[in-house]
């Protein structure tokens, strides 16, 4: 069974850094593609950032030279550091893979306050 667990959310200051962890179980981050949504209250899910299985990124320009995604093959987890936050940043952030059918994590708040 896939899964998916994100952690690493929180409260932080606009200006700050946060890094979230996906940690995955079934299968191996390393040959799926990985992606990183957040969904703010009111507004629809958004895709943030892409790893595809030979490690190349991508990230939506709202977020571009500020957050990066990467991966550690050998603890089976996806990362995205995200600096220079934003109060417009302020969202539940969600993992996703897919394997037969679309694969997400539960999800881990992020506040950004002004």
């Known amino acids: 069974q896939v899964q998916l667990v994100e952690s690493g959310g929180g409260l932080v200051q606009a200006g700050g850094s946060l890094r979230l962890s996906c940690a995955a179980s079934?299968?191996?981050?390393?040959?799926?593609?990985m992606r990183w949504y957040r969904q703010a209250p009111g507004k629809q899910r958004e895709l943030v950032a892409t790893m595809t299985e030979g490690g190349r990124t991508n990230y939506a320009d709202s977020v571009k030279g500020r957050f990066t995604i990467s991966r550690d093959n050998t603890e089976n987890t996806v990362y995205l550091q995200m600096n220079s936050l934003k109060p417009e940043d302020t969202a539940v952030y969600y993992c996703?893979?897919?394997?037969?059918?679309?694969?997400w994590g539960q999800g881990t708040q992020v506040t950004v306050s002004s």
């Open positions: 079934g299968i191996l981050v390393s040959n799926n593609v």
């Open positions: 996703k893979t897919y394997r037969n059918g679309d694969i």
